[in-house]
């Protein structure tokens, strides 16, 4: 059960775009496709924008995209915008009924 | 509205305990598996454990195992947990959450602090 490897910290300018990349093992990321995404503003609970890998809630903007490969899966986030300035983290099935998050990634937007 | 409120958080000393809570509002609590996710003073996210809607199944991290236990009372609509044996590693906020499967949290509470200091 350890946490799934996220790059610290990504940076771009309004209206590019970033990835964050997360990778596990073949145990959880890579044997599910059940990777979900959270956006998190400072004391505030998480948010979910993405499920099973590239699925949108309802109300998240497209902007917002997810895929895998392999043992890695990424988060897209295309024309950034001052608002998306926040903390992300991947989620992991990982067998039973056992999650595991990423480390986090803290996303500024220049 | 459709809302998870803990509440149970406080100061504890090393070695203590403390009983978490969450109250469940305007759902079908007993639908839907449920789970507590902790995050430490400026770090990640972790889950600590989850139980299902009728709480016959339920698991936890292995860094809890033994030490917390998850539980509910759909007829109160509400989610517990119990933590034992409490060390610094355990102090974090701690987040009710609801789960609709394998990960996909759609619904969390504000979070309660606990506290682990002498």
């Known amino acids: 059960q350890s946490a799934l490897t996220q790059p610290a910290s990504v940076s771009a300018s309004p209206g590019q775009s970033i990835t964050i990349s997360c990778t596990g093992t073949s145990s959880d990321v890579g044997g599910y496709n059940y990777v979900s995404w959270y956006q998190q503003y400072p004391r505030k609970a998480p948010k979910l924008i993405i499920y099973?890998?590239?699925k949108w809630p309802s109300g998240v903007s497209n902007r917002f995209s997810g895929s895998k490969s392999g043992n890695t899966a990424s988060l897209t986030i295309s024309g950034l915008q001052p608002e998306d300035e926040a903390d992300y983290y991947c989620c992991s099935f990982a067998g039973g009924s056992n999650l595991v998050f990423g480390g986090g990634t803290k996303l500024t937007v220049l | 509205e459709v809302q998870l409120v803990e509440s149970g958080g406080d100061l504890v000393q090393p070695g203590g305990s403390l009983r978490l809570s969450c109250a469940a509002s305007?759902?079908?609590?007993?639908?839907?598996?449920m789970a507590w996710v902790r995050q430490a003073p400026g770090k990640g996210l972790e889950w600590v454990a989850n139980i299902k809607g009728d709480g016959r199944e339920k698991d936890h991290v292995d860094s809890v195992k033994g030490r917390f236990t998850i539980s509910r009372d759909n007829a109160k609509n509400s989610l517990y947990l119990q933590m034992n044996s409490l060390t610094a590693e355990d102090m974090a906020v701690y987040y009710c959450?609801?789960?609709?499967?394998?990960?996909?949290?759609?619904?969390w509470g504000q979070g309660t602090l606990v506290t682990v200091s002498s």
């Open positions: 959450a609801r789960d609709l499967g394998w990960g996909r949290i759609d619904l």
């Open positions: 099973e890998v590239n």
């Open positions: 305007e759902f079908a609590f007993g639908a839907f598996w």
